[in-house]
């Protein structure tokens, strides 16, 4: 059960030291309790109405929350939680200092770390949890571990087609920042993925990953098709 924590001692918040503003959050970083923590706030949305800005705010700063909860006890390696305001759009969370994986594909002892970001993802969908994000802009390599970062997107889900989105994503993202190195990433990562989820579960993700990268393909020929007839 994720308990919202009291909001006293928590509004000096919007005044630390600003780290990344995205379209749904800003992440800021300073002191709780003593340690260095994440301050991950969603903003308020002027163009909607402030009372189901407010609910819609809180209701996914208490999903991410739970979804984060879920992941680290399925044994994914996923920041500490320190406290959880929904109403205010805030969770605290332990700050993890290192590299992303985007920084180290092709450096030294990269492969074994495709190889546990295959890991990690298996564990988080054994949870029963699916990322929505799964990038190596999101796994950040600290103390010898991989962490799994910025679950704002996920969600509950135990079916293959949101599983096989995650991959997706993933295999997009490394193509795109790492070109040369992708095609052995993937083969690493798929490796991991296999030893925690198993043949039969990796077999059927991959398969429907294949199928969506084909969907993908087809659309965009069909836009280039219509395009050049003056249709598109």
């Given at each position: 059960?994720v308990?919202?924590?009291?909001?006293?001692?928590?509004?000096?918040?919007?005044?630390?030291?600003l780290v990344?503003?995205g379209?749904?959050?800003?992440?800021?970083?300073?002191?709780?309790?003593?340690?260095?923590?994440?301050?991950?706030?969603?903003?308020?949305k002027?163009?909607?109405?402030?009372?189901?800005?407010?609910?819609?705010?809180?209701?996914?700063?208490?999903?991410?929350?739970?979804?984060?909860?879920a992941?680290?006890?399925a044994?994914?390696?996923?920041?500490r939680?320190?406290?959880v305001?929904p109403?205010?759009?805030?969770?605290?969370?332990?700050f993890?200092?290192?590299?992303?994986?985007?920084?180290?594909?092709?450096?030294?002892g990269?492969?074994?770390?495709?190889?546990?970001?295959?890991?990690q993802?298996?564990l988080?969908?054994g949870?029963?949890?699916?990322?929505?994000?799964?990038?190596?802009?999101?796994?950040?390599v600290s103390?010898?571990?991989?962490y799994?970062?910025?679950?704002?997107l996920?969600?509950f889900?135990?079916?293959?087609?949101?599983?096989?989105?995650?991959?997706?994503?993933?295999?997009?993202a490394?193509?795109?920042?790492h070109?040369?190195?992708?095609?052995?990433?993937?083969?690493?990562?798929?490796e991991?993925?296999?030893?925690?989820?198993?043949?039969?579960?990796?077999?059927?993700?991959a398969?429907?990953?294949?199928?969506?990268?084909?969907?993908?393909?087809?659309?965009?020929?069909?836009?280039?098709?219509w395009?050049?007839?003056?249709?598109?």
């Open positions: 059960m308990r919202e924590a009291p909001l006293i001692g928590l509004e000096w918040a919007s005044s630390l030291p990344k503003r379209a749904e959050s800003e992440i800021r970083v300073g002191e709780f309790l003593g340690i260095r923590a994440v301050f991950k706030v969603r903003v308020p002027a163009y909607m109405h402030p009372e189901l800005d407010r609910r819609l705010r809180a209701q996914r700063t208490l999903k991410e929350a739970k979804v984060m909860i992941a680290s006890r044994g994914a390696s996923v920041p939680i320190l406290a305001h109403s205010a759009g805030l969770i605290v969370m332990e993890v200092e290192g590299p992303t994986l985007k920084d180290l594909v092709g450096a030294d990269w492969e074994e770390l495709a190889v546990e970001a295959g890991r993802l298996a988080i969908h949870a029963g949890v699916v990322h929505g994000d799964y990038t190596t802009s999101n796994m950040i103390g010898g571990r991989l799994v970062i910025d679950f704002g996920s969600d889900s135990s079916g293959v087609e949101d599983r096989a989105v995650d991959v997706h994503l993933l295999r997009r490394v193509l795109s920042t070109p040369g190195h992708a095609a052995r990433f993937m083969e690493l990562f798929m991991g993925y296999r030893e925690v989820a198993g043949e039969a579960e990796a077999e059927r993700v398969r429907r990953a294949d199928e969506i990268e084909l969907r993908g393909r087809y659309v965009a020929a069909r836009s280039s098709v395009g050049r007839v003056g249709l598109g």
